[in-house]
């Protein structure tokens, strides 16, 4: 079974610090996003990647950045963490090769707060 | 871009009703359209999908109807169970599009004894 795992369930850091949070999938995957959960809001496409060293902004970039220095790995990268991204954070990935497997496979997700 | 509303945003029913929920789409463009289910403190997971040369699909208890002209699509679960409560997402991209989906706004589903 596909594993899509993020690093840290929980995250508590503080205003202005820089915070990584980290993914890695086992399919061999060539697709991963990065999406922002909020109540009321759904989930909203932060970043994503088709390829290694590439990246797409998705709907709300702004504050993030990311980086895919090998396939199995995206990393989100706030700057400097703000309280208004409070938030969870769920990494996904899909190989959607041949345009048949649409599939998204998440992972747990981060739960950040930002005090 | 495209953009996916969702409805109801909560939805209560007694087990073993029908249970209904709703999306629209912008892009005509748009002809794959997967649903997720989110159980509390766990990761979204694929239940159903649909795409635009198909009106309805079934898998069990769960359905999911598309009409292309109105841009809708709809899940339909039935003879609802308590597992069944949920926050449920809709979802539209494009063939071809590398999985990059546009979500609704999630509908937080209660099955109720």
């Known amino acids: 079974d596909v594993k899509v795992t993020q690093s840290s369930r929980y995250l508590v850091k503080r205003t202005g610090e820089k915070v990584f949070l980290e993914c890695v999938q086992d399919m061999d995957h060539e697709n991963m996003f990065w999406y922002r959960q909020d109540p009321g809001l759904g989930l909203r496409l932060i970043y994503f990647?088709?390829?290694?060293?590439?990246?797409e902004k998705g709907d709300i970039p702004e504050g993030y950045s990311v980086s895919r220095e090998k396939k199995e790995r995206f990393s989100l990268i706030l700057e400097s963490a703000s309280t208004n991204q409070t938030s969870m954070y769920l990494c996904?990935?899909?190989?959607?090769?041949?345009?048949?497997?649409?599939?998204?496979?998440f992972g747990s997700g981060t739960q950040l707060s930002v005090l | 871009g495209e953009n996916v509303e969702q409805h109801p945003s909560t939805l209560s029913v007694q087990e073993g009703d029908s249970a209904v929920i709703k999306c629209t789409y912008s892009d005509s463009a748009s002809n794959y359209f997967p649903w997720y289910k989110q159980e509390l403190g766990k990761r979204p997971q694929l239940i159903i999908d649909i795409r635009s040369n198909v009106g309805e699909k079934k898998d069990q208890r769960i359905a999911v109807t598309l009409n292309k002209t109105a841009k809708h699509f709809s899940l339909h679960i039935t003879e609802t169970q308590p597992e069944d409560s949920a926050v449920y997402f809709c979802?539209?991209?494009?063939?071809?599009?590398?999985?990059?989906?546009?979500f609704g706004t999630g509908t937080q589903l209660k099955v109720e004894l």
């Open positions: 996904a990935s899909g190989d959607s090769a041949g345009t048949i497997n649409e599939k998204l496979f």
């Open positions: 990647s088709y390829d290694v060293k590439m990246k």
């Open positions: 979802a539209a991209s494009f063939t071809g599009g590398g999985n990059k989906l546009t």
